[in-house]
Nanobody, 123 residues
Framework: QVQLVESGGGLVQAGGSLRLSCAAS????????MGWFRQAPGKGREVVAA????????LFADSVKGRFTISRSNAKNTMYLQMNSLKPEDTAVYYC????????????????WGQGTQVTVSS
């Protein structure tokens, strides 16, 4: 069993930056693919970024390309999401997820989820 805990969310002005962290416990993550998803009020959950177990492959939603960076430290059992040039439309609850199967953007690929952290971007 894997437990995931997100941190780093908060309130920031448009154009600002935040760094989210996802710390895992219960099992080492070195063999798990991981991802960040978000859900805004009244909308469905969407992928933000994903990273393969080795860190060698990443993918990003078109809406965040060039602004967000995903990384991981298997030694620290932690994944990160660096968010720059934030926009009001980035406001959402951000979730981290982990899964041992295929790497990708679909939520169904991930077996374990954190409780979420709120990111609010003011205009």
């Amino acid at each position: 069993q894997v437990q995931l805990v997100e941190s780093g969310g908060g309130l920031v002005q448009a154009g600002g930056s935040l760094r989210l962290s996802c710390a895992a416990s219960g099992r080492t993550l070195w063999s798990y693919n991981m991802g960040w998803f978000r859900q805004a009020p009244g909308k469905g959950r969407e992928v933000v970024a994903a990273i393969s177990w080795s860190g060698g492959s990443t993918l990003f939603a078109d809406s965040v390309k060039g602004r967000f960076t995903i990384s991981r430290s298997n030694a620290k059992n932690t994944m990160y999401l660096q968010m720059n040039s934030l926009k009001p439309e980035d406001t959402a609850v951000y979730y981290c997820a982990a899964g041992p199967s295929h790497y990708g953007a679909e939520a169904d690929l991930y077996d374990y989820w954190g409780q979420g952290t709120q990111v609010t971007v003011s205009s």
